[in-house]
């Protein structure tokens, strides 16, 4: 089994904030100008601080929606979309509040940028404390999940199923007690409608999606670290 580093451990206490009422989707993005400047902007900042994995993860993550986004404009028909549970569809149970420091995360109305997912990536490793294997192992649950059902990560499933996924990594690949209301309280300063009992929901939603069964095949992460362009050490 995949292993994190040694000094992944449990996770940090994160204190508690009065939630904001939930919201279905955030206002369109401004003026295709603005919106340019700050994804420089962004990519600059970035691109210093964040580690290979989120850019990888966050980059794969961004050209799943994007094949979904494609795969729609060529369909031929609306029976040949899966079909996302409630509980994975933010425009009817959004992560974030109205007033949520997170709401560039949400991607309702629009295909995320490269930008936009690393951004969520590196904030999701970082405070689920994921090492370089973490990351893949949820990758791997994330690229499995969408060989089973489809192109299932949307603009507005992608949160919480990356959410799930890295959740349940995070519990595989450690020996640690890590339990499902650390991980929400490490999260939700950031997702403030998101409860130990919403993301237990995520995870138990998505391995129902699975079909309740986690690749077993060292190989399996090993291609997909490959794919990622990480090194599991």
Same mark, same amino acid.
């Given at each position: ?15 508690? &904030? ?9 206002? @369109?993005?401004?003026?295709?100008? !603005? !919106?340019?400047?700050?994804? /420089? ?7 210093? +601080?964040?580690?290979?994995?989120? &850019? ?19 369909? #031929? ?13 933010? &425009?009817?149970? @959004? =992560? ?10 949400? /991607?309702? !109305?629009? &295909? ?21 294997? $973490? ?15 489809? @192109?299932?990560? #949307? ?12 959740? +349940?990594? #995070?519990?595989?690949?450690? $020996?640690?007690?890590?339990?499902? @209301? ?19 929901? +995520? ?8 079909? /309740? ?18 090194? =599991?050490?």
């Amino acid at each position: 089994m995949l292993r994190p580093a040694a000094s992944a451990g449990a996770l940090p206490a994160t204190k508690t &904030r009065t939630r904001s009422p939930p919201r279905s989707c955030p206002p @369109p993005r401004g003026a295709a100008s !603005d !919106d340019d400047d700050d994804e /420089w902007r962004r990519r600059d900042a970035l691109a210093a +601080l964040v580690s290979a994995a989120a &850019r990888r993860v966050g980059a794969a993550l961004e050209a799943l929606v994007r094949d979904a986004t494609a795969r729609d404009a060529t369909a #031929r028909g609306v029976d040949e979309a899966p079909r996302i549970p409630a509980l994975l569809d933010e &425009r009817r149970c @959004p =992560l974030c509040g109205e007033a949520d420091s997170a709401t560039r995360f949400v /991607w309702c !109305d629009d &295909r995320p940028r490269v930008v936009d997912a690393v951004e969520l990536a590196d904030f999701v490793l970082a405070r689920l404390r994921m090492a370089t294997p $973490d990351a893949v192992v949820a990758m791997t649950l994330v690229y499995t999940l969408v060989a089973r059902r489809g @192109p299932i990560v #949307r603009a507005h499933s992608a949160r919480p199923i990356f959410l799930a996924a890295c959740v +349940l990594a #995070r519990k595989i690949g450690t $020996d640690a007690d890590i339990a499902t @209301p650390e991980c929400s309280a490490a999260l939700d300063d950031e997702f403030t409608n998101l409860s130990a009992l919403l993301l237990a929901r +995520l995870e138990e939603q998505l391995l129902e999606l699975l079909y /309740w069964r986690i690749p077993l095949d060292p190989e399996v992460y090993a291609a997909c670290a490959r794919a990622l362009g990480l090194d =599991l050490g």
